[in-house]
C-alpha cells in the first residue's frame, strides 16, 4: 500500500571542455534540480484502493531530502601530478583521469577510473583524505547557496567577478 514517484533526469550537452569536468558539473547540476524539486501531497480515495488524488496546490508539497545526494571531484593525472578541473588541452596532456563520487554522510561513495592509462595506487592513497575534503567543502557551499537562492526566489541577484 505504497506509492512511489520515479523521477528522471536528462542532462543536455551543448558544449563539453572536459569529461572529467563534465562529470563533476553534471553532478552539480543534478543535485541542484533535486533540491529544487517539489513532491506534490498524494491522497487515496476512499474506498478504491488503486485511485488517488495528486493535490495541485504548492503549499501542500515537501522537498526531497538531498543530503546524501553524491557530487564528484574527477583528478587527472599529468606528469605525476593530480590536477582538478582540468581543461581539454590539460585532459588531453593526462594520463588517466579518476572521479569519486562524496556524499557529506559517508565520504566517498563511489570511484571510477576513466581513460586507458595506468594509475598508481600510492598517491590515490595519499589524496584520499584530500578528495573527501574538497568534496565536503564543494557540497557545504552548494547547499549554502541553493538555500539561500531558494529563500530569494523570484528575485534577480548578479554580481561581477
Known sequence: NKHFWVIHIDIVVLECGSLPSLIDSAAIAVKSALFDTKIPKVSPILGDDNDFVVS????????????????????????????VDVTREEEEAGVASISFAINSTEGIVYVKKLKSGSLHPEPIQQIHQSVQKVGNTLNESLMSKLSTDSLNKGKISFSFN
Open 56 to 83: 495541485d496546490d504548492e503549499f501542500e508539497s515537501t522537498r526531497l531530502d538531498v543530503s546524501s545526494v553524491p557530487l564528484f571531484v574527477t583528478l587527472t593525472r599529468i606528469s605525476g601530478r593530480y590536477v
